[in-house]
């Protein structure tokens, strides 16, 4: 009998079986990794593509929405924005300095009570809000101090009462210890002064990696960021409930937009060395210092920056508020305002008696 015969009646009720080698078939595995691949890889570019469209449609949405309110100062290696109330007449003036992840928005809340008797600057932190800086590793406060007193000197004033919160202190702090000229007194409101265990957040620390950093603020922070804006802010203001319309009112978004974003991490993950370093010298701060926290705030530790500070710089006054987070600004506003105007009437106060002591030699 022929056996083909019978074979290929055979094949008749059974599927042909592939005749290709291993590596015919090993070949064709591999090409279809290869195209699985780059598929996936054209889909992550479209994908990439259409998330940093969205964050540039998002970025000029965000300034439309929140436009510059007062001049630009250019500054050696910054321009700074800066919002100016009150009279040049009116007292010393009062520079407000806010804090991380927000602009000189987060300090209006003061600005309002202040104004009435006194000149008041806002000021953006170099590369916050509005402002502007040449190189993102200008994020120390040794830095940031002197491109503030910089912008202080254009703008006329002599010495001033430095309001700072948060991240700021150690801004307030350094301007102090390198500017004493400038800073008449210190009202520092939850501070941060000393190094801490721990670091910053994951995320900060990727923002601030180079290649990976911008390409996840160019892409995915202003999207997921539009969606977790509030939450985040609840959380600093915790335990007080946040004014229902901070958000919008503080321009607290414009944190999302990529250049912000990247300098906003760069801060924080630069923070913990800067106050390793100026911390030892605060005892030599003459200039008086009020330190107002809560006593529950679950951002900046009291007992690791405030208590510390206050037993450390010779002229210190330490009001810790019960029950209060790390918002004091807006949870004892009033409280604040007058502890700064009680600062202002006694450095008035020295300057008189100074100059009526000039006074009294000159007529000797």
């Given at each position: 009998?022929?056996?083909?015969?019978?074979?290929s009646g055979f094949?008749?009720?059974?599927?042909?079986?592939?005749?290709?080698g291993?590596?015919?078939?090993?070949?064709?595995?591999?090409?279809?990794?290869?195209r699985?691949?780059?598929?996936?890889?054209?889909?992550?570019?479209?994908?990439l593509?259409?998330?940093?469209l969205?964050?540039?449609?998002?970025?000029?949405?965000?300034?439309?929405?929140?436009?510059?309110?007062?001049?630009?100062?250019?500054?050696?290696?910054?321009?700074?924005?800066?919002?100016?109330?009150?009279?040049?007449?009116?007292?010393?003036a009062?520079?407000?300095?806010?804090?991380?992840?927000s602009?000189?928005?987060?300090?209006?809340?003061l600005?309002?009570?202040?104004?009435?008797?006194?000149?008041?600057i806002l000021?953006d932190r170099p590369?916050?809000?509005?402002?502007?800086?040449?190189?993102v590793?200008?994020?120390?406060?040794a830095?940031?101090?002197?491109?503030?007193?910089?912008?202080l000197?254009?703008?006329?004033?002599?010495k001033?009462?430095?309001?700072?919160?948060?991240?700021?202190?150690?801004?307030?702090?350094r301007?102090?210890?390198?500017?004493?000229?400038?800073?008449a007194?210190?009202v520092?409101?939850?501070?941060v002064?000393?190094?801490?265990?721990?670091?910053?957040?994951?995320?900060?620390?990727?923002?601030?990696t180079?290649?990976?950093?911008p390409?996840?603020?160019?892409?995915?922070?202003?999207?997921?960021?539009?969606?977790?804006?509030?939450?985040g802010v609840?959380?600093?203001?915790a335990?007080?409930p946040?004014?229902?319309?901070?958000?919008?009112?503080?321009?607290?978004?414009?944190?999302?937009?990529?250049?912000?974003?990247?300098?906003n991490?760069?801060?924080?993950?630069?923070?913990?060395?800067?106050?390793?370093?100026?911390s030892?010298?605060?005892?030599?701060?003459?200039?008086?210092?009020?330190?107002?926290?809560?006593?529950?705030?679950?951002?900046?530790?009291?007992?690791?920056?405030?208590?510390?500070?206050a037993?450390?710089?010779?002229?210190?006054?330490?009001i810790?508020?019960?029950?209060?987070g790390?918002?004091?600004q807006?949870?004892?506003?009033?409280?604040?305002?007058?502890?700064?105007?009680a600062?202002?009437?006694?450095?008035?106060?020295?300057?008189t008696?100074d100059?009526?002591?000039?006074?009294?030699?000159?007529?000797r």
């Amino acid at each position: 009998m022929d056996k083909s015969a019978n074979r290929s009646g055979f094949d008749r009720f059974w599927p042909k079986t592939s005749e290709t080698g291993p590596r015919e078939r090993r070949n064709s595995l591999v090409q279809n990794i290869i195209r699985t691949l780059s598929m996936l890889i054209v889909i992550a570019v479209v994908a990439l593509g259409a998330l940093a469209l969205a964050t540039q449609i998002g970025v000029v949405w965000l300034e439309r929405a929140f436009p510059a309110q007062g001049k630009m100062i250019e500054v050696a290696g910054a321009t700074l924005h800066v919002v100016e109330r009150g009279s040049r007449e009116a007292g010393p003036a009062i520079v407000l300095l806010h804090g991380a992840s927000s602009n000189l928005h987060a300090m209006d809340v003061l600005a309002d009570g202040l104004a009435k008797t006194h000149r008041v600057i806002l000021i953006d932190r170099p590369g916050h809000g509005w402002s502007t800086r040449a190189h993102v590793e200008d994020s120390t406060p040794a830095i940031q101090s002197r491109m503030i007193t910089e912008a202080l000197a254009k703008l006329g004033v002599g010495k001033a009462i430095v309001v700072a919160h948060s991240w700021a202190g150690a801004l307030g702090l350094r301007m102090a210890l390198d500017d004493p000229g400038r800073v008449a007194g210190l009202v520092l409101l939850a501070p941060v002064a000393y190094p801490w265990s721990g670091g910053v957040g994951r995320y900060n620390n990727w923002i601030s990696t180079p290649v990976i950093g911008p390409l996840l603020a160019h892409t995915i922070t202003l999207p997921l960021g539009l969606l977790a804006t509030t939450s985040g802010v609840r959380g600093v203001f915790a335990p007080q409930p946040m004014p229902d319309d901070f958000v919008g009112s503080s321009a607290t978004q414009l944190l999302l937009r990529p250049r912000e974003f990247i300098a906003n991490a760069r801060d924080l993950v630069t923070l913990k060395a800067a106050v390793a370093g100026q911390s030892p010298r605060y005892a030599e701060i003459t200039a008086p210092i009020t330190i107002i926290i809560g006593d529950i705030d679950k951002t900046v530790s009291t007992n690791i920056h405030s208590r510390p500070l206050a037993a450390t710089a010779p002229n210190v006054k330490l009001i810790v508020l019960p029950g209060m987070g790390h918002m004091v600004q807006y949870a004892a506003t009033d409280l604040v305002v007058a502890e700064i105007e009680a600062m202002a009437r006694s450095l008035s106060g020295k300057a008189t008696k100074d100059e009526r002591s000039l006074s009294q030699a000159d007529e000797r």
